[in-house]
C-alpha cells in the first residue's frame, strides 16, 4: 500500500466517535415511537373493513418499500420546505436536521411496522380472542390482555431486525448535514484533509456493529423470556 | 441374499441396536414385530444407511461390508440395489407422481428419460393410479401417495424392498388399498423387509417373523411359530396387548 | 409551489441513462452472491469448525454495520490495495483508472452474499430431511438430491426473501455515487447540484426506483407462481 495501516488511528477515534452515540441513539428512539404510532395507524387500516383505506395503506406501504432511503431523505430535506414554505408561508429549512431525518426515517419504519403488526396480528389464533371474549372479557381487554402478547412474541424477532436496518440506513443521516455518530466521523476526516479515512471508518463501523449485535442479544433475551409457556413445535 | 450380522447402534447414550442380526433370501417377505422404541425402524435405516450404524457387518449376495466404515460409494451401490418405502410416504414435494418415480431412474441409474417414463407408467398402474400421474403430491391423499412411493419403490427393480411402517400413517379406510399391493408384491416373489403393526398381513403374507424387544431379536421363525405358538414371554405379552381377541388363526 | 414537470420529465429521461449501470451491479452482484451465498450457507448448516465461525464472524459483520461505512471503507482500502498488488506483481495497468463500478459490485457482493446466505440457510432449514432420506434410498447421490429435490425446494421457500433482498439490493445502488458510479442516483444528483432542482431531480429518480422495484416484484411473484404449482393447496381427492 501506498500508506502505511495504523490501528492506533481506530483506537483514537472511538471515543470522539462515541461522543456522538447519544445522538445517534436519540434519533432512531424518536423514529421507532412515531413510527411505531404510524405503523399502528396503518395496520389498522389494512385490518379494517374500509376497501379504500385498506388499498391506501397497502399502497403507501409498496412505495415505501421501492424507495432508496436517500432519495426520501432529500426529499424531505430538499422538498419539506419548499412545500412549507409555498403552501403555509413557513421557513422551515432552518430547522435542525435531525428533524428531518427523523421524519424521513419515521416514514419507512411506520411501513414496515404496519405489516409486522398486520401479520402478528393474524398469527394469533382466532380462538383465543373467542375464548377470552366468552370468558366475560371485554373486546378491548380480550385484545390487550390475550391477543396482544401473543402477537408481541411472534413479531418480536422482526421487530429487531427492522431497528437494526433503521439505526444502519440512519447512518445515512450526515448526506443532510447531521452532525451525528457518522457525521462526526466524516468532519474529523475532512479535517485531516482525507487522511486516516479508513481508519475513522473502521472505527464507525465497529461501533455500529457492537451496537446491532447487541440489539440482537438483547431481543433474543426478552423474546426468550416472552415466550415462556410456548411450546414450540420445531 | 442379504444378511446382517451384530449391528449396533446408539444415539447419544441411548442404546437402540444392541447387536441384531437379519437373514434374508431370495423371495423372502420378512416382517418385523415388536412394541415401539424396539428399534425396528432403526434396524431398517441402517440397512439402507440412513443412519449409520457403530457396529456390523453386511453381506450382499456374499459381498462384505463393515456398516460403520461403509463409504459414500458403498451406500450409493447398496441403495441403488435396494429401494426403502417410508412411513410417511416422503414423496418429492415438487415431482408429480411420474417424475418421483423416474427420478430415481433417470438421475439415480442413468436410465434414458422415455425408458423411465415406460417403466414409470406401468409402475403406477401397477398401484392403480395410470390416472394421477401428472399430480402433485399435495393434490394426493395418504393413501395414493404411498402407493406412488411404493410405484417408486418397484419401479427401480430392487433386490429387496424395505418398508418402514408403511400403513401407520394411513387412515383406517385406506389402509387396505396399500396392504393389498404389498400382498401382490409378495405373491409375486419380491423380497421384502416389512416393519409392521399388521399382525395379520404378517401371518397371512410373511415367510419369517422377527419380534423384536429393545434393541434385539426376541425370536424368529415362520408365522405359525412366531405368531401362533411363541416361545418366549415377551412375545407372548406383546401379541396379548396388540390383540386382545387372541383369535389368531393361521 | 409549482412543480417544474417539464424539467422533471427532462431529469428522468437523463436519470434513466443511468438505469443500465445501476442495473447492471445488480445483475453481476447477484450472479456472484448466489452461488457464494449458498455456499456460505452450507459451511453454517453443517458446521464445519473453523470455517463456520468465520463465516458467521463475516455474515455478522457484513449484516450488522451500515452498507454506507461498508463502501466508505472498501472505497478508502481497495483501490491503493490493488494497486499495491498491480504494482507488486508487475502487471502495467493503472488500477485507478478502473470502471468505479468494479467497487461498487465488490462491496454489493459483499454485502449481498451475507444476507443471501441467512436466506438460503434458513430456507434449506424448512426442507423436511424425509426428502433427502427418499432422494438417498432412490439412488441419488447426495450432490444429485440437493441439486434436483432440496434446493429447488428451498429456492422456492426463499423466493419471497429473495425478492425483499434484490429490491434492497437495488434501493441499496443508489449509494454507489459514494464511490463516484454514474448509476440513476449520481445522475440526478448531478443535476440537482448544477440545476438547484432538488425535488424535481429527486423526484424523477423516486418515480424510476418505484417502475424498477414494481417491476422486480412482479418477476418474483410471477416466478413464485410458475414454480410453485406443486403446492397448490389439495382441493378434493
Not at chain 2, 442379504?2 to 442404546?15: D, E, M, P, T, V
Request: aromatic fraction near 8%; proline fraction near 4%.
Amino acid at each position: 500500500m501506498d500508506r502505511p495501516f495504523k490501528p492506533a488511528y481506530i483506537v483514537e477515534a472511538l471515543p470522539r466517535l462515541l461522543a456522538y452515540l447519544p445522538l445517534t441513539l436519540g434519533v432512531a428512539l424518536a423514529t421507532v415511537v412515531a413510527g411505531s404510532i404510524l405503523g399502528l395507524a396503518l395496520a389498522k387500516a389494512k385490518l379494517g373493513r374500509s376497501r379504500v383505506m385498506r388499498g391506501l395503506a397497502d399502497a403507501y406501504t409498496w412505495t415505501l418499500r421501492c424507495t432508496p432511503s436517500i432519495v426520501l431523505l432529500f426529499l424531505v430535506y430538499y422538498g419539506l420546505p419548499a412545500f412549507a414554505k409555498a403552501v403555509f408561508s413557513v421557513d422551515i429549512s432552518l430547522w435542525h436536521r435531525a428533524f428531518f431525518v427523523v421524519l424521513t426515517f419515521t416514514l419507512f419504519f411506520g411501513a414496515t411496522m404496519s405489516e409486522l403488526m398486520r401479520s402478528a396480528y393474524l398469527s394469533v389464533d382466532r380462538g383465543q380472542r373467542e375464548a377470552a371474549l366468552s370468558h366475560g372479557l371485554s373486546e378491548f381487554q380480550a385484545f390487550r390482555r390475550i391477543v396482544l402478547p401473543q402477537a408481541a412474541v411472534s413479531a418480536l424477532p422482526n421487530v429487531a431486525t427492522s431497528v437494526v436496518a433503521l439505526l444502519k440506513e440512519g447512518s445515512l443521516a450526515y448526506t443532510i448535514g447531521l452532525v451525528d455518530l457518522m457525521g462526526q466521523g466524516t468532519l474529523i476526516i475532512a479535517r485531516r484533509y482525507g487522511a486516516w479515512a479508513l481508519e475513522t471508518y473502521l472505527a464507525a463501523a465497529l461501533i455500529y456493529w457492537a451496537l446491532t449485535v447487541t440489539l440482537e442479544k438483547i431481543a433474543k433475551r426478552l423474546e426468550r423470556h416472552l415466550s415462556r409457556g410456548r411450546r414450540s413445535l420445531a | 441374499m442379504l444378511r446382517i450380522h451384530g449391528l449396533h447402534k446408539s444415539f447419544h447414550h441411548n442404546k437402540v441396536l444392541r447387536g441384531v442380526d437379519l437373514d434374508v433370501e431370495k423371495g423372502d417377505v420378512v416382517a418385523i414385530i415388536g412394541p415401539s422404541g424396539a428399534g425396528k425402524t432403526t434396524l431398517l435405516r441402517c440397512v439402507n444407511f440412513l443412519e449409520r450404524a457403530d457396529r456390523g457387518d453386511m453381506y450382499f449376495d456374499g459381498t462384505h461390508l463393515d456398516m460403520h466404515r461403509a463409504s459414500t460409494r458403498d451406500m450409493l451401490a447398496i441403495r441403488r440395489r435396494t429401494a426403502f418405502v417410508f412411513q410417511n410416504f416422503n414423496l418429492f414435494s415438487n415431482k408429480t407422481a411420474l417424475e418421483n418415480v423416474t427420478e430415481g431412474l433417470i438421475t439415480g441409474r442413468g436410465i434414458p428419460p422415455r425408458q423411465a417414463e415406460d417403466i414409470a407408467r406401468r409402475a403406477l398402474d401397477k398401484v392403480g393410479l395410470s390416472n394421477r400421474l401428472d399430480y402433485y403430491p399435495a393434490k394426493l391423499s395418504g393413501g395414493q401417495q404411498q402407493r406412488v412411493g411404493i410405484a417408486r419403490a418397484i419401479a427401480v427393480d430392487p433386490e429387496v424392498i424395505l418398508f418402514d411402517e408403511p400403513t401407520s400413517a394411513l387412515d383406517p379406510e385406506l389402509i387396505e388399498d396399500v396392504l393389498g399391493i404389498m400382498r401382490t408384491l409378495a405373491h409375486e416373489g419380491t423380497t421384502m423387509v416389512v416393519v409392521t403393526h399388521e399382525i395379520g398381513f404378517a401371518s397371512d403374507v410373511a415367510s419369517q417373523v422377527i419380534f423384536m424387544d429393545e434393541g434385539l431379536v426376541v425370536e424368529s421363525g415362520p408365522p405359525r411359530q412366531v405368531l401362533a405358538a411363541p416361545a418366549e414371554d415377551r412375545t407372548r405379552q406383546f401379541l396379548r396387548r396388540i390383540l386382545p381377541a387372541t383369535n389368531l388363526v393361521v | 409551489m409549482g412543480l417544474d414537470l417539464e424539467y422533471l420529465y427532462r431529469t428522468f429521461l437523463l436519470a434513466l441513462g443511468g438505469l443500465p449501470v445501476t442495473l447492471g451491479i445488480c445483475v453481476a452482484t447477484l450472479s456472484l452472491s448466489l452461488p457464494l451465498g449458498f455456499l456460505l450457507a452450507l459451511v453454517g448448516m453443517y458446521r464445519v469448525r473453523v470455517l463456520g465461525a468465520l463465516a458467521s464472524l463475516y455474515v455478522s459483520f457484513a449484516r450488522g454495520t451500515p452498507i454506507v461505512l461498508q463502501i466508505l471503507v472498501v472505497y478508502s482500502l481497495l483501490p491503493s490495495l490493488a494497486n499495491a498488488i498491480a504494482v507488486n506483481a508487475g502487471w502495467n495497468i493503472d488500477v485507478f483508472a478502473l470502471n468505479p463500478a468494479w467497487y461498487a459490485i465488490i462491496v454489493f457482493t459483499f454485502n449481498t452474499t451475507a444476507v443471501l446466505a441467512e436466506i438460503m440457510r434458513s430456507a434449506l432449514l424448512t426442507v423436511d430431511k424425509g426428502q433427502l432420506e427418499a432422494a438417498l434410498a432412490s439412488g441419488l447421490s447426495v450432490w444429485q438430491a440437493y441439486r434436483r429435490i432440496i434446493v429447488p425446494q428451498a429456492l422456492l421457500v426463499a423466493l419471497p426473501n429473495l425478492c425483499n433482498a434484490t429490491i434492497n439490493l437495488i434501493k441499496g445502488t443508489s449509494l454507489a455515487f459514494l464511490m463516484a458510479v454514474r448509476d440513476v442516483t449520481a445522475i440526478a444528483k448531478i443535476e440537482a447540484a448544477r440545476a438547484y432542482d432538488y425535488v424535481e431531480s429527486y423526484l424523477a429518480i423516486f418515480v424510476i426506483y418505484l417502475i424498477v422495484c414494481g417491476i422486480t416484484q412482479m418477476l418474483f411473484s410471477t416466478v413464485e407462481r410458475r414454480l410453485g404449482i406443486y403446492r397448490a393447496p389439495a382441493v378434493s381427492f
